[in-house]
């Protein structure tokens, strides 16, 4: 099994982190792309064990570290970067995202070892979101799978009295319970998201997927509840639920 790590540049000329794990002897394998959540990394929990289990089985499997994401290439797992992590939003993500997929399907240092018509994305929380964002608005995917995911990219944003102080203060910030840090989160975010709600929009866009979705959900998920499971369902009668 060989496992290889890459730095792109991002569109804002910040650096991607990658790895991709895969059989070297096994041609033409099926590609699967990563995307972790929020306040999440690549490396994060079980993440590695799940990359060489596909590769295991024959898939090309390739995670990735937001540009935006907090870390960098020298501490991939911890936030060390939390002005980036402040200015993220959620059309850095999708840009990342598009990155990285131009990036593996014209890499002739993979030709021989990727099948460029059998592409899936993974995504577990709001990668799982931007996961079925990216699937919908780039033909070159065949299909999508979220994991917990959120149903509404918006419905966390603040109301009309924290609203007006995050403008004011141009910052609000966000407890990390695994590292105890206080995590910015600049006005753009709330710009950026109100600029682009329609194409944030999972019940709109989801009339327009055209490729096999499946939903993975567990019942006792208390930070994106179940019932997100049910609402992408609802939207995508043809999606199968887990």
């Avoid at 590695?48 to 995670?63: D, E, M």
């Avoid at 592409?119 to 799978?145: C, F, P, Q, W």
């Avoid at 009339?207 to 992408?232: E, F, R």
Wanted: glycine fraction near 4%; aromatic fraction near 12%.
């Amino acid at each position: 099994m060989k496992k290889e790590e890459f730095i792109l540049q991002s569109k804002q000329s910040k650096e991607i982190l990658i790895d991709v794990t895969y059989n070297q002897n096994i041609f033409n394998k099926k590609v699967i792309i990563f995307s972790h959540g929020f306040k999440g990394f690549k490396d994060w929990g079980p993440f590695n064990k799940i990359a060489y289990h596909f590769a295991l089985n024959g898939f090309f499997f390739l995670k990735l570290n937001f540009s935006h994401n907090g870390t960098n290439s020298k501490n991939p797992v911890d936030f060390v970067d939390l002005d980036a992590f402040g200015n993220n939003n959620f059309s850095i993500e999708l840009d990342d995202l598009s990155t990285v997929i131009d990036w593996l399907l014209e890499n002739k240092k993979f030709e021989k070892q990727i099948d460029r018509s059998n592409v899936s994305l993974i995504g577990h929380s709001r990668g799982g979101a931007i996961s079925i964002l990216k699937s919908i608005e780039d033909k070159r995917i065949n299909r999508v799978i979220s994991w917990a995911a959120p149903s509404d990219l918006l419905n966390r944003l603040p109301k009309q009295d924290k609203l007006q102080k995050w403008k004011i203060d141009n910052v609000l910030y966000v407890f990390n319970g695994r590292t105890k840090q206080n995590m910015p989160l600049y006005f753009q975010f709330y710009k950026n998201c109100m600029k682009n709600k329609s194409k944030l929009n999972l019940k709109m866009m989801l009339n327009k997927i055209q490729i096999p979705q499946l939903i993975i959900h567990g019942s006792n998920d208390s930070t994106v509840l179940i019932k997100d499971a049910y609402l992408l369902k609802e939207w995508n009668n043809n999606a199968q639920l887990v």
